[in-house]
């Protein structure tokens, strides 16, 4: 094992948006990640769980844990109901969902946390229900992380003053626990950078062809998302994966974030205040987008 990998849980709604099934193939793509398991949230997350064993399986990765977690927020109810991309399962090998235990993502969450305290960098991309349970019910956890890196949130508010991010906004009392909890370190990549990194889906479906092998497994779930009219894609989670390794790929501000919960109708808006007396939280500012794709498609098909 290199001396210089990065253990990490991944912790996705895998199967609805195709950035997820992007995400995880680049972290089974890269060197330095030590992936120590997957966990699935929202509906459906037996048969997310099962995509994502696809997809490890079609790697040659079946030697990494995938549980399933939460498909009920804390305060929303079922938000996220049906797993689309689950639909390409009947052509690639996997376990069924019926194999992955229900509810059993949390309590892994937790054995890992404590079995590596310092050491795991959670990456969360996809809404925060499962990591606001386990906060919840063990508050020592978050102190045992290295760092949280989340895809969520909108912070440079502007014209979009209304808009409230997906993974927040899917369950805001969750995400108003993660960002209160004593993590070391967290950062936040919000939706108003990610944005910056986008491409038609055509030509992500052209360059997941371009390499044999486990990709192919992508490309289907990306056609599903082409089918339903999506002709673009936003690489929000990968870029929120590549910012584990290559930190640098963009630009940061220090302050506090508070979720809101007051407003039924801002429920889940981020507020950021760079000048808080404890700033503990970090937030990307801008991204060079262009350094980010050559990063991950360099790692992703070489």
């Known amino acids: 094992m ?15 948006d195709i950035d997820d099934a992007l995400a ?3 972290l089974l793509r890269q060197p330095q990640c030590r992936l120590l398991g997957i966990t699935t949230v929202t509906g459906q997350p037996r ?43 009947a052509h690639h090998p996997h376990r069924s969902p019926d194999d992955f235990p229900p509810y ?3 309590a892994f969450l937790r054995e890992q946390i404590h079995a590596h305290p310092g050491e795991i960098t959670l990456l969360t991309i996809g809404p925060l229900t499962n990591i606001g349970v386990l906060f919840t019910f063990d508050p020592e956890t978050p102190k045992l992380l290295k760092r949280l890196v989340l895809m969520g949130g909108l912070f440079e508010w502007g014209v979009r003053s209304m808009c409230r991010e997906w993974n927040i906004r899917c369950d805001p ?31 992500v479906i052209a360059r997941l062809h371009q390499k044999e092998g486990f990709l192919h497994l992508a490309a289907d779930a990306a056609e599903i998302w082409a089918r339903k009219g999506r ?4 690489f929000h989670d990968p870029l929120a994966a590549a910012v584990v390794f290559q930190p640098d790929l963009c630009e940061y501000k220090t302050g506090h974030v508070e979720i809101e919960l007051q407003s039924v109708r801002l429920a889940g808006a981020t507020l950021f205040d760079s000048q808080a007396p404890d700033p503990r939280h970090r937030i990307a500012s801008a991204v060079n987008a262009s350094a980010f794709f050559d990063h991950y498609f360099q790692h992703l098909t070489g």
């Open 24 to 26: 995880l193939a680049y």
């Open 173 to 203: 009392v969750a995400s108003a626990i993660v960002f209160r909890a004593p993590v070391p370190e967290l950062v936040a990549i919000g939706l108003d950078v990610t944005t910056q990194c986008r491409m038609p889906t055509a030509e």
């Open 104 to 106: 059993s993502a949390v």
């Open 47 to 89: 048969a997310r769980a099962a995509l994502a064993d696809a997809l490890c399986q079609a790697a040659g990765r079946t030697d990494i844990p995938i549980h399933a977690g939460q498909d009920v927020g804390i305060n929303l109810g079922l938000v996220q109901p049906e797993c689309d991309q689950a639909a390409i399962l």
């Open 231 to 234: 002709a673009q894609v936003t």
């Open 2 to 16: 290199k001396t210089d990998s990065l253990p990490v849980i991944l912790d996705t709604d895998i199967g609805t």
